[in-house]
C-alpha cells in the first residue's frame, strides 16, 4: 500500500515533492506547532524527520514546555441535512449518541489508516 505518512516515537509526518525547491518536503501533522524539513531522497527525508523531531523536542525542553503529541482543539462537522439525517438514524440504531457514535466511526477509521501506515514503512 502507498502512503506518504512518515512516523516516529508518537509523532506522524506528511510529505510530497515540493517542485519549487526540487525536494522531498515533510510538515509534521497532528500539533500545533510548524515541524517541516526536506530531503534528496526518502533516506534522507527520514533522517530529517527524526532529526526534525528531536530539535523540536529539545526546543521544548529549553523553554520549559511540554512537547505536543496530539493535536487539541474542537472538531467541526458541517454534515449535509441528508448525511445528518443519516448519522442520526445510524446513531439510534447503534444506540448511541451522534457524538459517541461520530467517535467510534473516526476512531475505528483512523486507527486503520495509522495500522496501514505503521505497515508500510
Not at 18 to 28: E, I, K, P, S
Not at 51 to 77: H, Q
Not at 100 to 107: E, G, P, T, Y
Request: hydrophobic share 40%; with cysteine; proline share 2%.
Amino acid at each position: 500500500m502507498l502512503s506518504n505518512v512518515l512516523s516516529y516515537q508518537d509523532y506522524r509526518a506528511e510529505f510530497g515533492f515540493d517542485a519549487d525547491a526540487n525536494l522531498l518536503h515533510g510538515r509534521v501533522i497532528g500539533i500545533n506547532a510548524v515541524v517541516d524539513f526536506y530531503g534528496k531522497d526518502v533516506d534522507e527525508l527520514k533522517r530529517e524527520f527524526k532529526a526534525s523531531i528531536e530539535a523540536y523536542i529539545d526546543y521544548c525542553r529549553k523553554l520549559g514546555v511540554k512537547p505536543e503529541k496530539t493535536w487539541t482543539g474542537k472538531l467541526t462537522l458541517r454534515p449535509t441535512e441528508e448525511q445528518r439525517r443519516r448519522y442520526a438514524v445510524a446513531a439510534a440504531i447503534a444506540h448511541k449518541s451522534l457524538n459517541a457514535w461520530m467517535v467510534d466511526i473516526l476512531d475505528r477509521e483512523s486507527l486503520q489508516a495509522e495500522d496501514a501506515t505503521i505497515a508500510a514503512e
